[in-house]
């Protein structure tokens, strides 16, 4: 499986972005994409999951109200809207794809990362 994270870049604050990660190669049957963020110097925290299957959404609290999911199937792309963005939303974003269709907040429970995208808002 290799997932392809796109779409990080600079905004001011207020401003929006868009995340994707599509998923290629051997994907299973049923899974879950999570997105993580990592801020410098701090660890790497979970931003949002989405599970294939059911279309179900989870998000931090730190980004509810704030970021939104969707997915394009043919493409198996999902895609992080991220609105009214804020300088404590910079950090690397990371997708991940789970082998199961559960969509946890805990990164070891991702069995496949993405590369990372930077996201920079400026106040």
């Known amino acids: 499986v290799q997932l392809q994270a796109s779409g990080g870049g600079s905004v001011q604050a207020g401003g929006s972005l868009r995340l994707s990660c599509a998923a290629s190669g051997r994907t299973p049957a049923t899974y879950a994409l999570g997105w993580f963020r990592q801020a410098p110097g701090k660890e790497r925290e979970f931003v949002a999951s989405?599970?294939?299957?059911?279309?179900?959404?989870y998000f931090a609290d730190s980004v509810k109200g704030r970021f939104t999911i969707s997915r394009d199937n043919a493409k198996s792309t999902v895609y992080l809207q991220m609105n009214s963005l804020k300088p404590e939303d910079t950090a690397v974003y990371y997708c991940?794809?789970?082998?199961?269709?559960?969509?946890?907040?805990?990164?070891?429970?991702?069995?496949?990362w993405g590369q990372g995208t930077l996201v920079t808002v400026s106040s």
């Open positions: 991940a794809l789970q082998s199961s269709n559960y969509g946890g907040t805990l990164s070891h429970e991702y069995d496949y």
């Open positions: 989405f599970r294939w299957t059911g279309a179900t959404t």
